[in-house]
Structures are given as C-alpha cells and as structure tokens.
C-alpha cells in the first residue's frame, strides 16, 4: 500500500518552517499532499489561490508532493485521497499540547486507521510561524529570510 501523507495547514503564507517539514518528510512517504484547509470562519491575510501559487511555486521540485485545498474534517478529507498519515510539525511544548489532543481525536474517530507523524523543526527555525511573518510584511520589514524565495509580495 501507498504511503500518502496529508500535510495540513493554512500556509498563509507558506514559511521556512513549513518547507523544511515537508523537505524532511519527502523521503518518508510515497506522496506528500500539502493540503490548504479553507475554514469559512477564519481570515486569511492571503487569498486561497495567492497561497496555493506560493506553495505550487515553492514545492515544484518536489515531484512526490502536491499541492490541493479541501474544506471539512481533515481525517475526511485524507480518506478521500487514500491518505493513512497527517503529517505536522512540532515547534514547542504548545504545539504539542494542541497537537496532542487532535491527533488523539482523529486516531479515534478513525477506528486507529489515521496516524499523526511528528516532525520536530529544525534548530533556528523553531520561531517562525505564519502570523509573525504576516505582521512583519504588513509593517514593511524584511520578510524575505523567513519564506521560500518564491513568496514575494508587491508593495
Ligand atoms: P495551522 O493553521 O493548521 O496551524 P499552519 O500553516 O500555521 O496551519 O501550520 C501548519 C503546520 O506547520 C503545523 O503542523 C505547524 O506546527 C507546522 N509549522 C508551522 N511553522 C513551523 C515551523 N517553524 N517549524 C516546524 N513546523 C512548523
């Protein structure tokens, strides 16, 4: 059987963070499909299709790993795409809690059929997250050490 692994996330924008886990894990698994959860409740500073072209952009080398969106439970989604991994990054003890409890939930709700890989980050690269990145584009800093080369935006 393949092994198909689902990387959820928002990617709003995508960061070296997220490049390294998906870079690190394309060795471990036959497909990687970076997955954008549309979430009607949330606001995204970038539109869906602005954050699907900075992943496609940045992950094109990658031949096992494509780029997709979905809406709804990511165990459901993963079932569609014959998915048995979520894969996620682990940053700190907080993401470990909120992580620890969804993976939990998902294993159960899938009759154990779902796992949760973990990748720690790298060292240097534990801080960055998405909504500092977009804090520092809207205030004109330099943003261009912290996202592939590939995220650029106009001013
Ligand atoms: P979400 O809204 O689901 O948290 P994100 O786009 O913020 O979506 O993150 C997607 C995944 O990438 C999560 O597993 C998150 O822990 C991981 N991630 C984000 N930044 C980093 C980083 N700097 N190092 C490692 N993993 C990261």
């Known amino acids: 059987m393949e092994r198909i692994a689902v990387f959820p996330g928002s990617f709003d924008p995508i960061t070296i963070g997220h490049f ?8 471990l698994f036959d497909k990687i499909i970076v997955a954008i959860g549309q979430n009607a409740e949330k606001k995204y500073m970038f ?6 072209k ?8 990658f031949k096992n790993v494509e780029v997709d969106v979905y809406e709804g439970l990511t165990v459901d ?3 569609r795409k014959s998915a048995r991994f979520i ?12 992580e620890k409890a969804i993976a939990h939930t998902n294993r159960t709700i899938t009759n154990r059929e779902i796992e949760t890989v973990f990748l720690l980050t790298s060292s ?3 801080y960055i997250s ?6 520092v584009m809207r205030n004109n800093g330099d ?7 590939e995220v650029r935006i106009q001013q």
Not at 20 to 27: F, L
Request: hydrophobic share 35%.
């Open 143 to 149: 943003y261009t050490l912290l996202v592939p080369p």
């Open 87 to 98: 894969l996620r990054g682990l940053r700190n003890p907080a993401d470990f809690e909120f």
């Open 54 to 61: 900075w992943l496609e952009a940045s992950l094109h080398k």
């Open 47 to 52: 539109p869906m299709e602005q954050r699907k």
């Open 130 to 135: 998405s909504s500092i990145v977009r804090d």
């Open 77 to 79: 989604y993963c079932k």
């Open 124 to 126: 240097g690269k534990s």
């Open 20 to 27: 390294d886990i998906i870079e690190r894990a394309v060795p």
